[in-house]
């Protein structure tokens, strides 16, 4: 599904800080490059030994399962005195098949963690999707975000406190009137809008799009591409273009197939 995010660039940058442990599916995940590692994406635990992220972060790069870590847990970049962060190396990172980087199709990976996650209050798996996830459904509801983005400023550094925004799903023509085209995707992915001041948390490595659906918070999209602003990539968004996120329920046989293969 696609996503997407809209407003000017004084617009585009803020979040509010979330409370401790009221994201505990998100996934912080680095790589290792020079022998140094560095936040590259962010993920979401769908059960006790699979992340789902998105696949360009690090197959685009060829990185090796032996480079990616998994960070659980977190919530201040600064201390562990509000929550204890546990850290994992990767067994297997499988992507998905039909992934093509020029259409950002198929834009999902499964992570296999190297050994179970121990569940506690702020490390806990995120339920997906169980219907279709059609237009009907997601378009015109809010949605939110969560991620270790900028408060404010032009050239704004990261937040080392989580931070977590509100999105409003907007409909598919929304995004192709934005972008021209948006070749392959047939409806496979939705659009999203941002609804307040809260944008820019996305700028900074791909997030994890949440809806709540019967109450229950469920993984409805994987941050796949958005049009840099004026200053060019992880700065201010581009006016008028939506981010686009990955549709998880198209994909719901192939992630069930990745978790059990």
């Known amino acids: 599904m696609i996503a997407s995010l809209g407003r000017s660039c004084p617009d585009c940058t803020g979040g509010q800080e979330a409370a401790v442990a009221s994201h505990p599916w998100l996934a912080m995940i680095s790589t290792a490059s020079g022998g140094k590692w560095a936040p590259k994406c962010g993920g979401a635990l769908i059960d006790s030994q699979h992340v789902l992220t998105a696949a360009h972060c690090l197959v685009d790069g060829g990185t090796s399962p032996a480079e990616v870590g998994v960070r659980l847990g977190e919530h201040d970049l600064r201390t562990s005195d509000e929550a204890v962060s546990v850290d994992y190396n990767v067994d297997r990172l499988l992507p998905h098949p039909g992934y093509n980087p020029s259409t950002h199709e198929g834009d999902l990976a499964v992570l296999t963690l190297a050994q179970p996650v121990q569940f506690r209050s702020n490390i806990q798996p995120?339920?997906?999707?169980?219907?279709?996830?059609?237009?009907?459904?997601?378009?015109?509801?809010?949605?939110?975000?969560?991620?270790?983005?900028?408060?404010?400023?032009?050239?704004?550094a990261p937040s080392r406190i989580l931070q977590e925004a509100a999105l409003q799903i907007v409909h598919l023509d929304f995004c192709q009137r934005a972008y021209g085209h948006l070749p392959g995707h047939h409806g496979e992915q939705a659009v999203r809008r941002l609804q307040s001041r809260h944008e820019y948390l996305l700028r900074r490595r791909r997030r994890p799009l949440v809806l709540r659906m019967n109450g229950v918070p469920t993984l409805v999209g994987i941050n796949s591409f958005h049009r840099e602003g004026l200053l060019g990539p992880g700065q201010c968004c581009a006016?008028?273009?939506?981010?686009?996120?990955t549709r998880v329920a198209s994909y719901r046989t192939w992630?069930?197939?990745?978790?059990t293969g």
């Open 126 to 156: 995120i339920g997906l999707p169980t219907t279709a996830g059609s237009d009907a459904e997601y378009v015109g509801k809010m949605a939110t975000v969560a991620g270790w983005g900028a408060l404010a400023g032009v050239l704004p």
């Open 255 to 259: 992630i069930q197939a990745s978790r």
């Open 239 to 245: 006016d008028g273009y939506p981010d686009v996120f």
